[in-house]
């Protein structure tokens, strides 16, 4: 399979045609309604883009094609002045971030989906807008399924060719064949009908897009092949990593990954283990590929058995960081307290890094960030941000504070206050375009029900409407400064509240001594309830202020413990803290300790993190740790750490991900890059080659605490 990546980045890349093609087909009817022109130009890209079949392929279906055409200039700038004109969602307005229903494609089939369509058309016969919508959504469906032909003639078509197999050919242009005109019956044929509708995502240009439970959707179809006896093990695995070396084309053409997360194990509808055979073969695939993407998450439950956690731990421990573990019973939780039903709340995948989805249900997922640790200085200087013009509420100044409860209190205020900023951020954002101009046919298709309602997706065809998400940044930002200013504050009594705030304003040059009394109090992630105390109040405040709000479809906003590496970015706009960081600095990584101040090992870091309640965390929460590779290469070191991560969702952590790479290697990674051009990291959400990271990004992960 490897022959596969080396041809992949083998392959030619002329610069992108997709607008060129786009604007092909919004020419052939110029006079369409807007939503009709929209499924015109996916049409014209996806059957006019060229098919490419790799000589070490065994699934049809790349994106290649779109970088292997001659540009013409001329009609490049007139195709980009129609498209740029006709315009797109962005990712704020719920574009992309989505997991389709693949379980119902595998089921109904594209015949299926066709009749249903049909159905609806008569159905609302006398409504021209849910009329157009249809139709938009068929000529989107007839193109994906002349994409399926169009590869399966291309197949055969290079039968006799030198470097290819005949009988590879063969099969495949017969799966896809079989696949544009019935259901399928076997693995080969499930999993190409899923791989050419997430392709169609991508040369649609969207990014993100999950392919949710494969290891459910497609594993009645590996039973039966079993029985049957067409396929083996091996050749199960093989066609995986087919697939998923065809997510690194992004890598090859666009110069950065594509995060299409898989979501492996968990429960079912009823509550029992999920845990198949295919759950092994996913993560065996991404281990054998060893690349970036796609991002692995597996949900594990009580029920998940201990060598399903440690095939995932082993994975890990190859550098690679996949998969990221998810905590299925704090998740499912605190998805059915946002009132989403039991059934569909276990059902759950992930999008993007970690975000928490409702399969095929609901709008794309969007998100912002909420830059927590900015309400720190509105307290200390009466609203005033010191590093950015951003402006809280003036609740006074803070030598009228004389007690830790009513400098809380100023702090809710302006977390309030930057909560109905970011929403209005978001609202606005919203409000820029009008929806029925911006219908999306083709991803509609595996939403329940927009075919049945006749609707788009983000027009109240889906059964959920659109959530937004909050990454909450800087929690261990928030808690240690918190309690710095109680200890030396308001127990030690070694500093003024006034001191301090003057002591921040000079970035502490001068103050030296009162820098090390706030970097020698308590620090989360040690666990040491004065801090800790301090983690779960913000989690269960901020939970508590963005429940009260509704995104403009009347859907909930979600928080999410995460960051990704906005903390770096957000600590640009934060002057120096309470708990002894320089202005501008990094705030604290996601959901994690303060990188270098969890000192005293796994179990009391632990501890602390699974003290907050994160059932009122919706979107999902992110621990980055850092392990010796030792850990994972001895087997009872292993089992230890599989012992300590089952003791931590136990106790109600949410997730973990973790980096298996020495802090030597890493240093020397930064300075000798040309050594390694294969070395892979867990970012924060996401995995990616660290020397391709900027330096500040490799700097974060390298000051993470080395855990042993």
């Known amino acids: 399979m490897h022959n596969l990546l080396k041809e992949i980045e083998s392959q030619p890349n002329l610069g992108c045609c997709r607008t060129i093609l786009a604007y092909h087909g919004l020419s052939e009817n110029l006079t369409a309604p807007n939503v009709v022109l929209r499924a015109n130009v996916f049409r014209s890209i996806l059957t006019e883009c060229p098919p490419v079949v790799y000589q070490n392929d065994l699934i049809l279906g790349n994106f290649a094609g779109l970088y292997s055409l001659p540009i013409d200039e001329r009609e490049e700038k007139l195709a980009n002045t129609f498209i740029d004109l006709l315009g797109t969602r962005d990712f704020f307005q719920h574009s992309d971030h989505f997991t389709a229903d693949y379980e119902k494609l595998l089921r109904v089939g594209v015949p299926g989906l066709l009749e249903e369509i049909q159905a609806s058309l008569e159905k609302y016969a006398g409504d021209q807008e849910k009329t157009n919508t249809l139709r938009a959504m068929e000529i989107c469906l007839r193109a994906y399924k002349e994409l399926l032909l169009i590869y399966s003639e291309k197949a055969i078509s290079l039968c006799g060719i030198?470097?290819?197999?005949?009988?590879?050919?063969?099969?495949?242009?017969?799966?896809?064949?079989?696949?544009?005109?019935?259901?399928?019956?076997?693995?080969?044929?499930?999993?190409?009908?899923?791989?050419?509708?997430?392709?169609?995502?991508?040369?649609?240009?969207?990014?993100a897009m999950a392919l949710g439970r494969m290891d459910q959707y497609l594993y009645p179809f590996y039973l039966a092949d079993k029985a049957a006896g067409r396929i083996t093990d091996e050749e199960a695995v093989a066609l995986f990593e087919a697939v998923f070396a065809k997510i690194h084309e992004w890598h090859h053409f666009l110069k950065y990954e594509d995060v299409a997360n898989i979501c492996i194990a968990g429960v079912d509808e009823n509550g029992e283990d999920a845990t198949n055979e295919l759950s092994y073969f996913i993560i065996e695939a991404v281990k054998n590929l060893n690349i970036p993407g796609p991002n692995l998450s597996a949900r594990i439950s009580a029920k998940t058995p201990d060598s399903l956690l440690d095939a995932a731990l082993v994975s890990i421990g190859t550098g690679l960081g996949y998969p990221a573990l998810m905590n299925n019973e704090v998740n499912v939780e605190a998805l059915i307290k946002k009132g989403y039903e039991v059934k569909d709340s276990r059902n759950f995948t992930m999008v993007g890094c970690v975000e928490n989805f409702l399969t095929g249900?609901?709008?794309?997922?969007?998100?912002?960030?909420?830059?927590?640790?900015?309400?720190?200085?509105?307290?200390?200087?009466?609203?005033?941000?010191?590093?950015?013009?951003?402006?809280?509420?003036?609740?006074?100044?803070?030598?009228?504070?004389?007690?830790?409860?009513?400098?809380?209190?100023?702090?809710?205020?302006?977390?309030?206050?930057?909560?109905?900023?970011?929403?209005?951020?978001?609202?606005?954002?919203?409000?820029?375009?009008?929806?029925?101009?911006?219908?999306?046919?083709?991803?509609?298709?595996?939403?329940?029900?927009?075919?049945?309602?006749?609707?788009?997706?983000?027009?109240?065809?889906?059964?959920?409407?659109?959530?937004?998400?909050?990454?909450?940044?800087?929690?261990?930002?928030?808690?240690?400064?918190?309690?710095?200013?109680?200890?030396?504050?308001?127990?030690?009594?070694?500093?003024?509240?006034?001191?301090?705030?003057?002591?921040?304003?000079?970035?502490?040059?001068?103050?030296?001594?009162?820098?090390?009394?706030?970097?020698?109090?308590?620090?989360?992630?040690?666990?040491?309830?004065?801090?800790?105390?301090?983690?779960?109040?913000?989690?269960?405040?901020?939970?508590?202020?963005?429940?009260?709000?509704?995104?403009?479809?009347?859907?909930?906003?979600?928080?999410?413990?995460?960051?990704?590496?906005?903390?770096?970015?957000?600590?640009?706009?934060?002057?120096?803290?309470?708990?002894?960081?320089?202005?501008?600095?990094?705030?604290?990584?996601?959901?994690?300790?303060?990188?270098?101040?969890?000192?005293?090992?796994?179990?009391?870091?632990?501890?602390?993190?699974?003290?907050?309640?994160?059932?009122?965390?919706?979107?999902?929460?992110?621990?980055?740790?850092?392990y010796s590779p030792v850990m994972f290469s001895d087997p009872e070191k292993r089992r230890k750490l599989l012992a300590l991560i089952r003791t931590y969702f136990e106790g109600g952590g949410q997730e973990v991900q973790i980096n298996a790479t020495s802090r030597e290697t890493l240093i020397d990674a930064m300075n000798h890059p040309e050594k390694y051009p294969n070395l892979i990291v867990r970012v924060s959400g996401f995995s990616a080659y660290y020397v391709t990271l900027n330096r500040m990004v490799q700097e974060d992960i390298l000051n993470r605490t080395q855990q042993r």
């Open 162 to 207: 030198p470097g290819y197999n005949n009988d590879i050919l063969r099969k495949m242009s017969a799966d896809a064949q079989t696949v544009a005109f019935e259901k399928p019956t076997t693995f080969r044929q499930a999993l190409q009908l899923v791989w050419a509708w997430h392709l169609s995502f991508c040369l649609e240009g969207k990014f």
């Open 361 to 626: 249900q609901q709008p794309p997922w969007a998100d912002g960030r909420y830059n927590a640790p900015v309400c720190l200085d509105y307290v200390f200087f009466n609203g005033y941000g010191t590093q950015n013009f951003r402006h809280g509420i003036k609740t006074g100044d803070c030598s009228e504070i004389q007690t830790m409860d009513e400098f809380i209190r100023r702090l809710e205020i302006q977390l309030r206050r930057l909560a109905d900023e970011e929403m209005l951020l978001y609202q606005l954002r919203c409000d820029k375009i009008n929806p029925i101009n911006y219908q999306q046919p083709f991803l509609s298709i595996l939403c329940q029900d927009c075919i049945g309602r006749g609707l788009d997706v983000n027009m109240g065809g889906a059964k959920y409407p659109a959530t937004y998400g909050l990454g909450i940044m800087g929690i261990a930002t928030m808690a240690d400064s918190l309690a710095a200013i109680e200890q030396v504050v308001f127990i030690d009594k070694k500093a003024t509240l006034t001191e301090l705030r003057d002591a921040l304003a000079a970035d502490f040059v001068g103050y030296a001594d009162l820098q090390q009394l706030l970097l020698d109090a308590p620090k989360y992630g040690n666990n040491r309830e004065i801090v800790d105390k301090y983690a779960v109040w913000f989690v269960r405040k901020v939970a508590e202020i963005f429940d009260e709000k509704r995104t403009p479809q009347g859907g909930r906003v979600f928080c999410g413990i995460a960051s990704n590496i906005n903390n770096i970015y957000a600590g640009k706009e934060v002057g120096a803290t309470p708990d002894g960081r320089k202005a501008g600095a990094p705030v604290s990584d996601a959901a994690s300790p303060m990188y270098g101040k969890d000192c005293r090992g796994s179990t009391a870091t632990f501890n602390s993190l699974m003290k907050p309640d994160y059932t009122d965390i919706a979107v999902g929460s992110v621990i980055n740790q850092k």
